[in-house]
């Protein structure tokens, strides 16, 4: 990925040789990832060969598929020096609200789909306004997010619980169907992962977004409409957390008012560890990917390896604290490399 726009005012060698040594180490991050991901696969195997049976693998791409939708929205987000700790809160009221509207009534898959995506844009323009025209901290914002959706979801259930006999069969079949063996959820998890990840490398106003995180003073400069491509980037994470709040009624059943309680730190994590830098600018959709399919794995391991579920939450906060430091002596090195060669360049000047 690249943090510059379509028609920069310069485009020296000493630019492309930054952005070339910018996307091969999170390349190589990537990579690394991919590698640690299938280590962990080959080992657990071996331990227990069902963990590769056929409804091992199922279990193993359903499990992942949401927490890969919410890393691939909450990565545009971040790739803006921004943050969204509202999404865990934005599923679980998308899939009450959903569960609620079906209950008892023969309505589609579509209609429940777009009403999840619609409620998500909703609170994800709210968040995204109040950081952008409000240049309130995105950390307090959506923190404060968090506990309105979470209070308004508990006041709107009553302790209330939608059960799976009350959703309709065609929305349950979603979550449980496929086409040739593969569960519709992963299939459209990998659409929108490819989708995301074309518009952020292909259009103009996606590459915008890695400009802003990278330098938002010289994104503003540059004429980049930072207020209006912030905006858009939380009305797209929260988009995508209200679509899976759908898809975890479709997968699921049964919803009660807290359901994904707790899912923004292991979404933001699974960014962060997938080499979303948390600073901004840098990283991609895809890495988020394999960051979420990574935690997804490893407590699907622990499960099988008959581990205590306590160390699941220590691994991820130990992948997290690694995560970040990694970047930050990358960004160091990087940073020391390019000064040394700009001091040559100028020297040979």
């Known amino acids: 990925m690249t943090t510059l726009l379509d028609k920069p005012p310069t485009d020296t060698g000493e630019g492309r040789s930054a952005r ?8 190589a991050r990537e990579i690394s990832i991919a590698g640690a991901l299938a280590l962990l696969i080959l080992f657990t195997w071996i331990s227990n060969p069902r963990f590769l049976d056929d409804q091992g693998v199922k279990d193993l791409l359903l499990n992942a598929s ?3 939708l919410l890393a691939v929205g909450q990565s545009v987000v971040v790739v803006t020096r921004n943050i969204d700790l509202s999404v865990g809160s934005v599923v679980g009221l998308s899939a009450f609200a959903c569960g609620k509207f079906v209950a008892g009534t023969d309505h589609g898959v579509l209609t429940v789909l777009l009403l999840g ?32 959706i979470q209070g308004l979801d508990y006041w709107w259930a009553q302790g209330e619980q939608i059960s799976a006999g009350d959703v309709p069969d065609p929305i349950l079949s979603l979550g449980s169907g496929g086409v040739l063996g593969v569960p519709w959820l992963p299939l459209i998890a990998l659409v929108l992962l490819a989708a995301t990840a074309y518009f952020l490398r292909s259009y103009r106003s996606g590459r915008e977004l890695y400009a802003i995180g990278s330098n938002p003073e010289a994104a503003r400069l ?8 912030i905006l858009g980037a939380y009305a797209f994470s929260g988009a995508v957390a209200g679509f899976a709040g759908a898809l975890w009624l479709a997968r699921f059943g049964t919803v009660v008012a807290d359901n994904a309680h707790g899912w923004e730190l292991t979404v933001v994590s699974a960014v962060v560890v997938g080499g979303v830098a948390i600073t901004g600018g840098t990283g991609t959709v895809w890495g988020a990917a394999l960051g979420a399919l990574l935690l997804t794995t490893i ?41 040394k060669r700009s001091a040559r360049h100028g020297n040979g000047a």
């Open 20 to 27: 070339s040594l910018v996307d091969a180490v999170f390349r």
């Open 66 to 68: 949401i927490l890969v």
């Open 117 to 148: 995506a619609a409620l998500g844009v909703t609170c994800g323009l709210v968040s995204g306004a109040l950081v952008s025209f409000g240049r309130v901290p995105a950390l307090v914002v959506t923190l404060g997010m968090l506990y309105i």
């Open 222 to 229: 540059a004429g980049v409409p930072i207020r209006r491509r």
């Open 299 to 339: 407590g699907s391991a622990l499960i099988v390896l008959k581990v205590d579920a306590f160390w699941q939450g220590a691994i991820t906060g130990a992948l997290l604290l690694a995560a970040i430091s990694v970047d930050r002596i990358v960004s160091l090195r990087m940073t020391a490399a390019l000064r």
